[in-house]
């Protein structure tokens, strides 16, 4: 599907979250909760992702939620694939917990479910990027499937984009998308850590609304056109306007078809 408003464009939003219904609304006041900020579609559900999404000419989602104790994670995993089957416009990504009792289990289970990668929130599940618990994932899942991880929180050090950046250069072969252009309220850091870094993808999803048009510009531009994908934070910010705030970026009409889709479409392999 395409959208008049946005043209002949293909596009992917590379971050969503979404929630089984009898808890999508908690879920999604807990997170702008933790933000104190508002969830402007309100609670996350697949439903409502795909009635706001669709009719703009998103074609895919890469979905997935966040298990904040290691209890969840087999019926996290169990629930995005669900919700795959059922939406074939859904990418699911998997979860996984540093207090695992059976991470390979984990990620065994990821994979016969047809999930294509694992997500992690160093600030929801309280572990530092650069841990010996959080390396424990990273052996297994480097060279075996992506992984998005949140970056940035200038309230926690759990996420810094430091961390994540030593992350990413002991292990080289792993495929990183660093969330919200690689530093959320730490923008600064970000650039001067994670640039350069061949391993490391971005999203500038929960981004643009946060500093100059000029500073998302020349960041996208420093890390490479070729090294970001757009995506939304889906229930956090409407989806029109994260891409009327994307097309006002000036970017050429290659460049945007790489960053609404091409790049996310090679780092997972579709």
């Given amino acids: 599907m395409s959208s008049e408003k946005y043209g002949n464009y293909e596009i992917i939003d590379a971050h969503t979250h979404i929630f089984p219904e009898k808890i999508a609304e908690s879920a999604s006041v807990n997170i702008g909760n933790f933000y104190d900020l508002p969830m402007v579609t309100g609670c996350g559900t697949s439903d409502i992702l795909i009635d706001t999404e669709c009719p703009l000419g998103i074609s895919k989602m890469l979905v997935c ?105 002991d292990f080289p072969n792993m495929k990183i ?25 971005f999203d500038i999803s929960s981004s643009m609304s946060f500093m100059p048009k000029e500073n998302v510009i020349r960041m996208i531009r420093t890390y490479g056109v070729e090294n970001c994908f757009f ?21 050429t009409e290659e460049e945007n078809r790489m960053i609404l889709a091409d790049n996310f479409k090679e780092f997972i392999g579709i």
Avoid at 178 to 201: F, M, P, Q, R, Y
């Fill in 65 to 169: 939620s966040v298990a904040t104790n290691p209890k969840q994670i087999s019926s996290i995993n169990n629930f995005i694939a669900e919700e795959c089957r059922k939406h074939k416009e859904f990418i699911g990504f998997g979860a996984t917990h540093p207090l695992s009792d059976d991470t390979a289990a984990d990620l065994e289970q990821i994979k016969n479910l047809g999930l294509y990668g694992v997500k992690l929130h160093p600030d929801f599940q309280t572990f530092n990027a650069d841990s010996p618990e959080a390396y424990k994932i990273y052996e297994m899942i480097e060279g075996q499937m992506p992984m998005l991880i949140h970056c940035g929180d200038s309230r926690y050090d759990y996420s810094d984009p430091l961390r994540i950046a030593k992350a990413a250069k």
């Fill in 177 to 201: 998308q660093a969330s919200h252009l690689g530093g959320w309220s730490e923008w600064d850091i970000a650039e001067g850590c994670l640039a350069g870094l061949k391993n490391v993808k």
């Fill in 231 to 251: 995506g939304t934070d889906f229930p956090m910010w409407d989806a029109e306007k994260e891409l009327d705030l994307f097309f006002s970026l000036g970017f």
